[in-house]
């Protein structure tokens, strides 16, 4: 496939909060780090705070070194703490955000570090992309594909389930490892809902 042609192996993911979407929800947070780029994905709903900044402070990371946020899609779970990390770039599926500049552009194929693109990805909402890292051990995908490693199969938000399939299938042919929106990081194998 060519979305990861070139795609470098230099990266660390570090899961700073692994989510869950039962009585409670929230939203799985990651820390990306490559170079001078230092980068949150999706901080969103967590039980406090904390729940981000201590495991950030325990790997000698401070909010002021982060150089980028992405976000998933547009939901609260996965928006509301953006606010921690400054004033750096935050970057969606269809634009780059900072200060008063909206800079439109399509996510698919944006490399934000060599080991570090972003593909857009629609399936739980239309805005969705996926973040997929290089790293020492293999290809991640930080993605809402999947809430869970058992899916849901059938996501009760996804407007169209073709589209979701599709997308789930784009990425599992490069990823050896899945950071799904709202659970623990999983290798996909054969019963890895499609």
Not at 134 to 154: I, M, R
């Amino acid at each position: 496939m060519t979305d990861i042609d070139g795609l470098a192996r230099a990266a660390r993911l570090d899961i700073l909060f692994t989510g869950y979407a039962d009585d409670r929800v929230a939203g799985t947070v990651s820390l990306l780090r490559e170079g001078d780029r230092v980068i949150i994905v999706d901080p969103g709903m967590v039980p406090g705070r904390g729940a981000i900044l201590d495991p950030l402070a325990a790997l000698g990371v401070s909010p002021a070194d982060i150089t980028d946020v992405v976000i998933s899609h547009h939901h609260p779970d996965h928006t509301v703490n953006i606010a921690l990390f400054g004033e750096v770039p935050v970057h969606d599926f269809q634009a780059t955000y900072q200060h008063d500049v909206w800079t439109s552009r399509p996510a698919d194929g944006v490399e934000l570090a060599p080991s570090i693109r972003l593909l857009a990805t629609p399936g739980h909402t239309p805005q969705d992309l996926t973040v997929v890292v290089g790293t020492a051990d293999g290809v991640s995908a930080l993605t809402h594909l999947w809430w869970q490693s058992e899916g849901p199969s059938d996501d009760p938000y996804a407007p169209d389930r073709g589209v979701l399939r599709e997308q789930r299938e784009r990425v599992l042919t490069i990823a050896d490892r899945i950071v799904p929106g709202h659970g623990a990081a999983f290798e996909p194998g054969p019963a890895t809902p499609r």
